[in-house]
């Protein structure tokens, strides 16, 4: 099994779970099936074209995907993926 750790924002999507078992072979797959299991996470995690929003990092331990394959990064098991939404502010 793969974890993947879900952000506080996201949460009410997932029933309040923190952390989700799925298996897949990349990211892409990954998001498919949190999608399946909880129907509009897709819409959150990817923009219009299927591509990963540009304040959602996800990481597949600890390494950003925006610096490995994208969402074909191949995951394995054991992997752990964490989502991360940026956080914008300022003084």
Not at 45 to 57: A, K, P, S, T, W
Request: include cysteine; hydrophobic fraction near 35%.
């Amino acid at each position: 099994m793969i974890k993947v750790r879900i952000p506080t924002p996201l949460r009410p999507m997932t029933g309040g779970k923190g952390e989700i078992e799925i298996t897949g072979n990349s990211v892409g797959d990954m998001i498919e099936q949190l999608n399946t299991s909880h129907p509009g996470l897709k819409d959150r995690l990817c923009d219009e074209h299927g591509e990963v929003r540009r304040f959602i990092n996800i990481y597949v331990n600890e390494e950003d995907i925006r610096f490995l394959t994208g969402k074909d990064t191949p995951l394995k098991e054991g992997d752990e993926v964490s989502i991360i939404p940026a956080i914008a502010g300022g003084a």
